[in-house]
Each structure stands twice: as C-alpha cells, then as structure tokens.
C-alpha cells in the first residue's frame, strides 16, 4: 500500500476522556496507521473536561485567531496541541469560550444534552478543516469519528470541494453507539449553511435532526462507512448498506484490517 496522508478527526481520544471503545480507538488507530508507515494529523474538541495541565496542552498562536460565523455570530477559533507520548501520537484540540470552555462532553451536569450540539459539531467541522488549510497538508483520506465530525463529510463534498486541500480527498465514518439524548437544536439545518452546504440539502432529513439523521448525513456524503462497534443501530447500517458504498463490518481487533480498507477507498495518492 502506497503512503497516504490520513486525517482522524475524532470526537474522544484517550487519556484525554474516559476509557471506551471511542476514545481507545481515537488512540489506538492513529498510531497503528502511523506506525505501518502513513502520516497522519489527529484533531478533537477540547472538551471543558481536559485537564490542559495534566495533559500539556498549549496553545499554536500561528494557528489560533480566525473567527468563524455560525448564525451571524463571530466564535473564535483557538487551536492547542499535545502529544500522546506513549502512543507518540499529535493531537490538535479544537477550543472557543462559548462551546467549549466550562463545559462538559455532550451532556451538562445534570445529565441533559447542550441545548447547541449541533452548533459544537458544526464549529468543530469547520474548524478542523481551516485549521488543516492553514497547515498546508493535503490529506487523502478523511476519516471521521463520532457525532461530533458527522458535518466534515457534507463540508468536504459541498462548502470545501474546490478547496487545493480537499479537492480529491476521501471520507471514511465510522459508526459507534454512542448516542445523543435529545434532537439537535431546531435552528441547525440553518446554522450548518455554508458556502455551497446550503440549508436545501438537508430537506429530505427529519425535520428533527437527531443521533441517527445526524449520521445518516455523514453516511450520505462518505465514500466508505466503517462498523466500530457491535451494538451500532441495525437502521443506520442498513441505510449504509443502501448507499452501495464500501462498508467494513464489525470485528475484534480490526485495526489490522483498518490499512487494506483506506486502500480500497482511496486505492492511489496523489499527494
């Protein structure tokens, strides 16, 4: 297999959340990928809960500073890095006051979900994607992990296509359990409007844009789905098996098998 630039935007990783199978995976295949010789870049949100002492992280001033619109309202985007020594593995953290910053994961306190997810994935998308601009890395492969990058494969396809970074870039999801208690907030359909990701694309989902719509959006606009877990929902794999696109089923200690299928994706790099 040719080398292949390969960016895991991943919604946990550990030690920096809780032990899952998400976050383990978010640890694990970055580093198995990079150790079978492919480069690779590794975002997640900086969720409210990550001790940045604990975990080193500090911010890369070249790469904070942008300001992003969701609803005609500025939110900075501010980029932190650290590393994963025992993996040795680079992770970039995504953070801004409003989404981030004293907050927990999906849920607050009192166990409820934000009443602005869909925002926090769409700020996360978003700025990922114009951070990885501003790097000038030119990945071939985008594989998407958790509810939160549900929005990159829609943004790759749409709003980033012309885009020397994306033009030819291809998205892997793969699908977990792991699930929201509640819709998204009534606005998102309007709120993930972006260049050509227009509001109209998102007509013929739910009106109420919940755990499964938000994944079959990222099924829709990905080249190939991946099971990461047994207990993922029967409806959302049958609407992957629908789509006529590769989809890696579930199994134990899949990691060796992660590489054959990113070649069947994306079988030459160009990069």
Known sequence: MAKKKILFINQEIAP????????????????????????????????????????????????????????DTDHPLIIKVASIQSARVQVYFIDNDDYFVKRQMAKDETGADYADNGERAIFFARGVLETVKKLRWVPDIIHCQGWMSAVVPLYIKTAYHDEPSFANTKVVTSLFSKNLSSPLEPTFKQSVEFRDAKAALLAPYADTFDFDELNKLAIDYSDGVIQAEKSVSKALLKHAKQKNIPLLDYQEDALGTYEAFYDQICPDSDN
Do not use: A, C
């Open 16 to 71: 920096y959340v809780p032990d899952n199978e998400m976050s383990i995976m978010g640890r694990e295949l970055p580093r198995t990928i990079q150790e079978q010789g492919h480069e690779i870049r590794t975002f997640m949100p900086k969720w409210g809960t990550i001790n940045e002492r604990r975990g080193q992280l500090h911010e890369v001033i070249r790469l904070s500073g942008m300001n992003l619109i969701i609803n």
